[in-house]
């Protein structure tokens, strides 16, 4: 026997996938409109399109936005739909909730978009580990798409995986 040392995970059939490739580049903000309401309680209609009117939207160049009110009020949804047009023509994408939310949303069309052919009758594992704040419902959503067409999945490293479905 030769001293040689054989990878027999890069040699094998097994695929890879890691959400942490396909996370979109771009700040991510809650855009808080507690500021916005009258004693941080109300929002006074006038006052709150005085507010819009005066903003800066141009700072959300390219930038994906939570809208959100983090005080105890009543905010209608007109309030929301008003931010969001003014909004539109700079971000990248505007949510009404929290930055969680956010990436959700973000990940759901990632992966609606992903190209699975690579992946069919193969062996597959998701990789867990990530720098990125990957939420785990990317991770369900992933799964959904994959289950239909790869042979097994896995989730961890390929060192020490997780069995989670096999056909």
């Not at 903000?29 to 009117?53: A, H, N």
Request: net charge negative.
């Amino acid at each position: 026997m030769s001293g040689e040392i054989v990878n027999r995970v890069a040699n094998s059939k097994l695929k890879t996938l890691d959400l942490e490739e396909f996370y979109p580049k771009g700040n991510r903000i809650l855009f808080d409109i507690k500021d916005w309401l009258f004693q941080e309680i109300i929002l006074k209609e006038k006052d709150f399109r005085t507010f819009v009117e005066a903003h800066d939207w141009s700072q959300y160049q390219d930038v994906y936005v939570a809208l959100s009110c983090s005080a105890d009020a009543i905010i209608p949804s007109w309030a929301y739909l008003l931010l969001t047009t003014k909004l539109q023509p700079f971000a990248k994408k505007i949510v009404v909730g929290s930055l969680e939310l956010l990436e959700t949303v973000i990940f759901q069309e990632v992966i609606n978009e992903l190209q699975l052919d690579e992946f069919a009758d193969k062996p597959v594992i998701i990789k867990g580990c990530s720098d990125k704040p990957i939420p785990d419902s990317a991770y369900t959503l992933l799964i959904s798409k994959l289950q239909p067409v790869a042979k097994s999945l896995m989730f961890g490293e390929a060192c020490s995986t997780v069995p989670l479905y096999k056909k």
